[in-house]
Each structure stands twice: as structure tokens, then as C-alpha cells.
T-cell receptor, first 114, second 112 residues
Framework: QKEVEQNSGPLSVPEGAIASLNCTYSDRGSQSFFWYRQYSGKSPELIMSIYSNGDKEDGRFTAQLNKASQYVSLLIRDSQPSDSATYLCAVNGLLRGATNKLIFGTGTLLAVQP | DAGVTQSPTHLIKTRGQQVTLRCSPKSGHDTVSWYQQALGQGPQFIFQYYEEEERQRGNFPDRFSGHQFPNYSSELNVNALLLGDSALYLC???????????FGQGTRLTVV
């Protein structure tokens, strides 16, 4: 079982629709969860962080966390063609000395159709 | 406020050569992590530096080594390059107790 799993997609949605991206993780001790957006040929850009169960909203983005089900999701409302990118789910893995590393899924490719 | 900067942006090396990649963390950050991202994959953790020491490394051979300087900047060295080392190398900076990490623009390494 992979530590962080995502559907590779592509997920195709029409412009203006809601895009729903999902991620599951295996380490119950994980405390921090992140969504990164990566455009083709570019580096990952942090778009959402979530640390407690429930929803967290930031503009058109909503992150949802359910630690009991080991599940985190990202909703993008009013999807735009500029949202077309690969979305990476990342989970923290605690290292010695209280520092952290990130464990990434393989990413979901989102394509927003005009 | 400068973000994470990496150099060079692109690099072509021959198999067997050695390469050094550089990273300056975001202002206020003291921890640097290096990741390797192969095409179509998520970033894979190589190692992390804090207080000029390697804190932990991922599943990468000893050909991969690094260093952190007193100003928190860092280098990644790869010896005896293999074709399979071709990838996007990403530096991420964070503050020690925060898992939130910010990436530089990456170095695209091609080994021929």
C-alpha cells in the first residue's frame, strides 16, 4: 500500500463546475496535510494546508480532512481553465528532532474545459 | 521577501560526472529539504538539513550528499551520475517545527 494515494486522472471538468480531488494516506500519526498545485514544467506551489478535521476554505478552494477515514480532499469551485494543472497531496512524516518531511502522492491531473 | 531560490535552473551532464545544485531558503526559514521528482511522479524525499546537519535521508544511495551552510543555504551533490538521475530536483524550505514547506523553482537535471 502506498503511503499517499491519489487517482492520477485526468479529471476533466467543464469551466464553472466544481472539481473534487481526493487523497488517502496510510500513517494514522500524520498531523499535517497539504495540497500543492504544479503546472507542467514548474515546481509545486502550496495552495492549502489543513491540520484538523473538517473543512477549511480559502477563496475558491476548500480542503476537507477526515482523520478517522484517513482521507483528505480538495474542492475547487467555479473551475477556470487556469486551474488546469497537477494537484499533489502531501502528508507530513515526522522526523527526529520534531522536523518534518513531506510524503507526496503521484498527483491528479485536472483539465478544465472552456 | 525573496522566496526559495535554486540554481542552476537547467543542467546537462554526462553519465559518470558529478553535479552540485544550490538552494537559498525563504527568509526566516532554517530548514532545507531536497526532493527528486521523476516525470509523472510526486516528489521523493532525499534528505533534510537543519543546524548544518543531515537529519534524515530517504531511500537514496550515498552518491547523493549535501551540506548546509551557516546562512541556511544548502547544496546537493550527486556523484557518478546515472541516466536514471535525470529528474527535477526541488529544494523546499521550512521553519523547523512547521511541516509547511515552500519549494524553489527546481533544477532540471538531464544526464546523457
Amino acid at each position: 500500500q502506498k503511503e499517499v494515494e491519489q487517482n492520477s486522472g485526468p479529471l476533466s471538468v467543464p469551466e464553472g463546475a466544481i472539481a473534487s480531488l481526493n487523497c488517502t494516506y496510510s500513517d494514522r500519526g500524520s498531523q499535517s496535510f497539504f495540497w500543492y498545485r504544479q503546472y507542467s514544467g514548474k515546481s509545486p506551489e502550496l495552495i492549502m494546508s489543513i491540520y484538523s478535521n473538517g473543512d477549511k476554505e480559502d477563496g475558491r478552494f476548500t480542503a476537507q480532512l477526515n482523520k478517522a477515514s484517513q482521507y483528505v480532499s480538495l474542492l475547487i469551485r467555479d473551475s477556470q481553465p487556469s486551474d488546469s494543472a497537477t494537484y499533489l497531496c502531501a502528508v507530513n512524516g515526522l522526523l527526529r528532532g520534531a522536523t518534518n518531511k513531506l510524503i507526496f502522492g503521484t498527483g491528479t491531473l485536472l483539465a478544465v474545459q472552456p | 521577501d525573496a522566496g526559495v531560490t535554486q540554481s542552476p535552473t537547467h543542467l546537462i551532464k554526462t553519465r559518470g560526472q558529478q553535479v552540485t545544485l544550490r538552494c537559498s531558503p525563504k527568509s526566516g526559514h532554517d530548514t532545507v529539504s531536497w526532493y527528486q521528482q521523476a516525470l509523472g511522479q510526486g516528489p521523493q524525499f532525499i534528505f533534510q538539513y537543519y543546524e548544518e546537519e543531515e537529519r534524515q535521508r530517504g531511500n537514496f544511495p550515498d552518491r547523493f550528499s549535501g551540506h548546509q551552510f551557516p546562512n541556511y543555504s544548502s547544496e546537493l551533490n550527486v556523484n557518478a551520475l546515472l541516466l536514471g538521475d535525470s529528474a527535477l530536483y526541488l529544494c523546499a524550505s521550512s521553519f523547523r517545527h512547521s511541516a509547511e514547506a515552500f519549494f524553489g523553482q527546481g533544477t532540471r537535471l538531464t544526464v546523457v
